[in-house]
C-alpha cells in the first residue's frame, strides 16, 4: 500500500487507489446492465471480478477501459476522475487492457507483433522486446514462429505483453484463461501474480473463479449487474459455487 508523508506534519497521507468505481451505471440502449457498482483496487494488488456469465464483468470493464460510457457514476485513476475518456488517452495515463480473445496478429510473427507494439507511444523496438523476452522467455524461443502457430496460452502472453509495452499502473485482464487447459491457465496466473508483485494494479475478469482467488488479494462476485459480494479470497471461496447458482443472492441486497 503506498504512502506519503505530509511536509511539515507526521500524519501519513494514504495515495489514492489505482483504480476506483463509484456508483457506476450503464446500459445497452434502454437496458441497464450494471447497478451501481463500486470497487476499489490498490497499486500491487489483484482484484478479481468473478461471476457467471452475463453478470456484468466485461461491461465493467469496458467502462473502466473508456470503451463505454457509464449512464451515472464515476470512475477514478489515481484519484483523478476519467470518466469518459476514451481509450487513447486512458492508455497514456496507465490504463491498459487484454481483451478477451487475445488480438494478436495472427499472420505475423512474434518479433513483428511486437514491432507493432512500438507504433504506439513511440516506443523503441530493443525495449519491447527486451522487456518481453525477459518476462515470456517463450516467446523469445518462438521469436520468428507465426504468431497464429502459437498455443493459447502463447499467444495470452502475446497479448499480455502488448499491455505490459507500456508500463501500465492499471492492468485489465478479461478471462485470459478462455479456452486454456487448466495447467496454462495456472502459469497465466503465476504470471498475473508476479506481475502484481511489481507494484501493477491488476482488475481480472474471470468466470473460473477458484484460479483467479488463488493469487487474488481481494474479490467481488456479480450477478445480475451488481456487486453481491466483496472480501478476501478466504471470504469469498467458500460461497462462491452457490453464489453462481443464485442460491445464495437476497433479492435487492448488495454489499458494497
Not at 522487456?131 to 496460452?153: E, I, N
Not at 462462491?240 to 441486497?253: C, K, P
Request: glycine content about 10%; proline content about 5%.
Amino acid at each position: 500500500m503506498t504512502a506519503a508523508t505530509e511536509p511539515g506534519a507526521d500524519r501519513v497521507v494514504e495515495a489514492p487507489p489505482a483504480l476506483r468505481l463509484i456508483g457506476i451505471r450503464a446500459a445497452y440502449e434502454r437496458v441497464e446492465v450494471l447497478h451501481d457498482v463500486e470497487l476499489s483496487v490498490r497499486a500491487g494488488q489483484v482484484f478479481a471480478l468473478l461471476g457467471p456469465n452475463g453478470a456484468g464483468k466485461s461491461t465493467t470493464l469496458r467502462v473502466v477501459s473508456g470503451r463505454m460510457r457509464p449512464t451515472a457514476g464515476r470512475v477514478l485513476v489515481a484519484g483523478n476522475d476519467v470518466t469518459g475518456t476514451s481509450p487513447e488517452k486512458l492508455a497514456r495515463q496507465g490504463v491498459c487492457s487484454v481483451p478477451e480473445g487475445r488480438g494478436v496478429f495472427p499472420n505475423l510473427t512474434v518479433a513483428e507483433n511486437l514491432r507493432m507494439w512500438t507504433y504506439r507511444g513511440g516506443l523503441r523496438r530493443s525495449d519491447v522486446e527486451e522487456v518481453t523476452y525477459a518476462r515470456f522467455p517463450r516467446l523469445a524461443d518462438r521469436r520468428r514462429q507465426l504468431a497464429g502457430t502459437l498455443s493459447g496460452g502463447e499467444q495470452q502472453m502475446l497479448a499480455m505483453s502488448r499491455a505490459l509495452s507500456t508500463k501500465p499502473t492499471l492492468l485489465l485482464l478479461d478471462e485470459i484463461s478462455m479456452g486454456l487447459a487448466p495447467l496454462i491457465v495456472a502459469e497465466l496466473y503465476e504470471l498475473v501474480a508476479s506481475i502484481a508483485a511489481e507494484g501493477f494494479a491488476i482488475l481480472v475478469v474471470e468466470q473460473f473463479a477458484h484460479t483467479a482467488l488463488q493469487v487474488a488479494d481481494r474479490a467481488a462476485v456479480m450477478t445480475q449487474g451488481r456487486i453481491d459480494m466483496e472480501g478476501t479470497p478466504a471470504e469469498i471461496g467458500p460461497a462462491v459455487g452457490d453464489l453462481y447458482l443464485g442460491s445464495i443472492r437476497a433479492e435487492g441486497s448488495t454489499t458494497e
